[in-house]
């Protein structure tokens, strides 16, 4: 489990217990228990578990305490806590329809081979509005065949996500294949939960030829590096998949240059670059990218002061901005710029782990030798994708022995870069 993100609130195991268990009257912040259910995920042990597990039981109907169910409900799931089981598959019946699709991802995440509760969770298909997106990926997870034809009728479904996760589904239990390039199609679509959606749902149908437009798909690079890593570890376990087959990706996608991305919109006529600088703090990547490309294209150089004094506003403190900034100064070679991307590369806070990323290729771009020992030193981080950037900025700045910076690197994709 990821938690890089988790332990932000900076509460004590005691404390996060005390407030979930706080009367919802007695609290001076209404979502105190939301926070302190979500916190727990950093204290596993019985005491968590039996604290969420109460916190599901209270019935008040107010909103506050149905998010705080809900909360409590995912927690659980991320705690894997295989005890809590009854008391989720009760929540199958909420008429709280996000009740019940925080449950249903929540036995997903615990596990269980118990046919009944997986019955419980199709029969949810025949239900009006519930999450059926979730349901038909938790029922595709466990390989519920019983399921199929009840999945069926959503490869149809105007909701796009939903039609796409019942086609990689159908396609697991099948092995009919023939309507996945429907779900690939989706890595262009305008809407971008379409296309951030897709990718999972050819994660989950093992669609290892889909690698080449999962790196050209305009969302974040965080949505495909993860994409391309599980497809590649799983088509590398069986056989059908080489480091050689997917470096030319990997090392497109570590670049991220929109130039290399399918963009799913466009300008009628050229922006200020005001209008573009503001875009790079928009929240679907794909006009990020389109403003990135036009600013490189018809400005240069010239926006080199906008975007700094951008930077000192507003995005050293948003990390999807500050991601595009440290792109862009990277190629601008901008010497104005150079500390804010060294900053960048040492940026520690866990929101800001793709900048990193990003200032290893900005500084390889510099084509500054003086970066090499910041890059080395880079390099002494769990983060794979970063220390594969280290490794091609290295290799850009001339460094020519990488395999000395792999001899004790354990994971494949690293190791592989490192002995080219």
């Known amino acids: 489990m990821d938690t890089r993100f988790s332990n932000i609130f900076n509460l004590t195991q005691d404390q996060a217990i005390a407030l979930l268990?706080?009367?919802?009257?007695?609290?001076?912040?209404?979502?105190?228990?939301?926070?302190?259910?979500?916190?727990?995920?950093?204290?596993?042990?019985?005491?968590?578990?039996?604290?969420?597990?109460?916190?599901?039981?209270?019935?008040?109907p107010h909103l506050y305490n149905k998010i705080t169910r809900r909360k409590a409900i995912e927690s659980l799931g991320r705690l894997k806590a295989n005890v809590a089981l009854p008391?989720?598959?009760?929540?199958?019946s909420d008429e709280d329809i996000y009740t019940v699709e925080n449950a249903v991802w929540a036995i997903g995440e615990i596990g269980t081979e118990?046919?009944?509760?997986?019955?419980?969770i199709a029969k949810l298909l025949d239900k009006p509005q519930q999450s059926y997106r979730v349901i038909i990926q938790t029922l595709a997870k466990f390989n519920y065949q019983p399921a199929l034809d009840r999945i069926r009728p959503f490869?149809?479904?105007?909701?796009?996500?939903?039609?796409?996760?019942?086609?990689a589904a159908v396609a697991r239990f099948s092995g009919d294949y023939s309507q996945i390039d429907q779900v690939v199609a989706f890595l262009k679509h305008q809407n971008v939960n379409a296309r951030r959606a897709c990718i999972q749902d050819l994660i989950d149908?093992?669609?290892?030829?889909?690698?080449?437009?999962?790196?050209?798909?305009?969302?974040?690079?965080?949505?495909?590096?993860?994409?391309?890593?599980?497809?590649?570890?799983a088509g590398k376990e069986i056989g059908k998949i080489t480091f050689t087959q997917i470096e030319p990706f990997l090392d497109q996608m570590i670049k991220d240059h929109p130039n290399d991305l399918d963009l799913v919109h466009?300008?009628?006529?050229?922006?200020?670059?005001?209008?573009?600088?503001?875009?790079?703090?928009?929240?679907?990547?794909?006009r990020c990218y389109l403003a990135t490309k036009t600013l490189i294209d018809n400005y240069g150089e010239q926006i080199e002061a906008e975007l700094i004094k951008s930077y000192n506003d507003e995005a050293h403190n948003d990390y999807g901005a500050h991601y595009h900034v440290i792109k862009l100064l990277g190629w601008l070679k901008s010497e104005a710029g150079y500390e804010i991307v060294v900053e960048a590369l040492n940026n520690r806070r866990p929101q800001f782990q793709k900048s990193r990323t990003a200032a290893a290729i900005a500084l390889a771009n510099y084509g500054d030798q003086k970066a090499i020992p910041?890059?080395?030193?880079?390099?002494?981080?769990?983060?794979?994708?970063?220390?594969?950037?280290?490794?091609?900025?290295?290799?850009?700045?001339?460094?020519?022995?990488?395999?000395?910076?792999?001899?004790?690197?354990?994971?494949?994709?690293v190791k592989g870069k490192g002995n080219q």
């Not at 008391?87 to 199958?92: A, E, G, M």
């Not at 280290?390 to 994709?413: F, H, P, R, T």
Request: some cysteine; aromatic content about 8%.
């Open 114 to 120: 118990d046919e009944t509760i997986l019955e419980e």
């Open 155 to 167: 490869v149809n479904s105007d909701n796009e996500p939903i039609a796409s996760s019942a086609i």
């Open 266 to 286: 466009e300008y009628q006529e050229i922006p200020p670059t005001e209008f573009l600088i503001q875009e790079l703090y928009n929240t679907d990547f794909g």
């Open 205 to 233: 149908a093992k669609y290892y030829d889909a690698i080449p437009q999962i790196a050209r798909c305009a969302v974040s690079i965080v949505f495909r590096l993860r994409g391309i890593r599980l497809l590649a570890d």
């Open 21 to 60: 268990q706080t009367p919802l009257d007695d609290l001076e912040d209404k979502t105190d228990r939301y926070i302190a259910a979500s916190h727990l995920v950093n204290f596993p042990g019985e005491r968590t578990v039996n604290a969420l597990i109460e916190a599901i039981h209270n019935p008040d």
């Open 374 to 413: 910041l890059i080395q030193e880079a390099l002494n981080t769990k983060v794979w994708e970063l220390k594969y950037a280290c490794l091609m900025a290295l290799k850009e700045l001339g460094e020519e022995n990488l395999q000395s910076y792999v001899i004790d690197e354990d994971y494949w994709m």
């Open 87 to 92: 008391v989720i598959c009760s929540c199958l």
